[in-house]
């Protein structure tokens, strides 16, 4: 069951699974590059007014599933505008600035977008739209992006399945109550 913080604005109640800290791993293949792996880092919180804020850090894992080097960082907000419409402004590293639209699927944590607007500075690579769907699954965040460019069309280039990070201080607090300080818990 997902809890709804008492200070979150009304409005993004629809987003609440998104909420938290994720990790994880997936597959990205960018247009002239091998398929590699990747993991990835996302966080989404809010201070309750009206949107989430949205950070996003991904980079490059080799065979043992180290880190090789960084790849894509995104940041930005997402609100609710409407009937389960969805709004996001994401700003990458690399130049870009992005505003996607789309909706909450009805009766299911799922969210489809679409790049609307797309801006771009001199020297980022060629990038003419986006796609991407976000689904909370068995209490896990699977998402999957669609990228098109001025030679390639729309086509998936990453996706990931991410856990929710558990911060030890909530279940930790649970312990105390256990006999033994919890030692028997473990035994």
Same mark, same amino acid.
């Given at each position: 069951?997902? =809890?709804?913080?008492?200070?979150?604005? @009304?409005?993004?109640?629809?987003?609440?699974?998104?909420? *938290?800290?994720?990790?994880? %791993?997936?597959?990205? =293949?960018?247009?002239?590059?091998?398929?590699?792996?990747?993991?990835?880092?996302?966080?989404? /919180?809010?201070?309750?007014?009206?949107?989430?804020?949205?950070?996003?850090?991904?980079?490059?894992?080799?065979? #043992?599933?180290? #880190?090789?080097? +960084?790849? =894509? /960082?995104?940041?930005?907000?997402?609100?609710?505008?409407?009937?389960?419409? &969805?709004? %996001?402004?994401?700003?990458?590293?690399?130049?870009?600035?992005?505003?996607?639209? *789309?909706?909450?699927?009805?009766?299911?944590?799922?969210?489809?977008?679409?790049?609307? %607007?797309?801006?771009?500075? @001199?020297?980022?690579?060629?990038?003419?739209?986006?796609?991407?769907?976000?689904?909370?699954?068995?209490?896990?965040?699977?998402? &999957?992006?669609?990228?098109?460019?001025? =030679?390639?069309?729309?086509? +998936?280039?990453? /996706? %990931?399945?991410?856990?929710?990070?558990?911060? +030890?201080?909530?279940?930790?607090?649970?312990?105390?109550?256990? +006999?033994?300080?919890?030692?028997?818990?473990?035994?």
């Amino acid at each position: 069951m997902i =809890e709804i913080p008492s200070d979150l604005h @009304p409005d993004l109640v629809p987003l609440v699974f998104l909420l *938290g800290d994720w990790t994880g %791993a997936g597959v990205a =293949e960018f247009t002239g590059e091998e398929s590699m792996n990747f993991g990835q880092e996302v966080t989404f /919180s809010h201070d309750g007014r009206d949107f989430l804020e949205f950070s996003s850090h991904t980079w490059q894992l080799d065979d #043992k599933g180290e #880190k090789v080097r +960084p790849l =894509e /960082s995104e940041h930005g907000f997402w609100r609710v505008t409407g009937e389960r419409k &969805v709004e %996001a402004v994401l700003i990458r590293q690399d130049g870009v600035a992005e505003v996607w639209y *789309g909706e909450l699927a009805e009766g299911k944590p799922r969210i489809e977008l679409v790049t609307d %607007a797309i801006a771009r500075t @001199p020297s980022a690579d060629a990038y003419t739209g986006g796609k991407r769907l976000y689904g909370y699954v068995n209490s896990d965040l699977m998402w &999957v992006g669609e990228k098109a460019t001025p =030679e390639v069309p729309l086509r +998936p280039y990453m /996706s %990931a399945h991410l856990k929710k990070v558990v911060d +030890p201080s909530t279940w930790a607090k649970d312990l105390k109550d256990l +006999p033994d300080d919890g030692i028997a818990f473990f035994r």
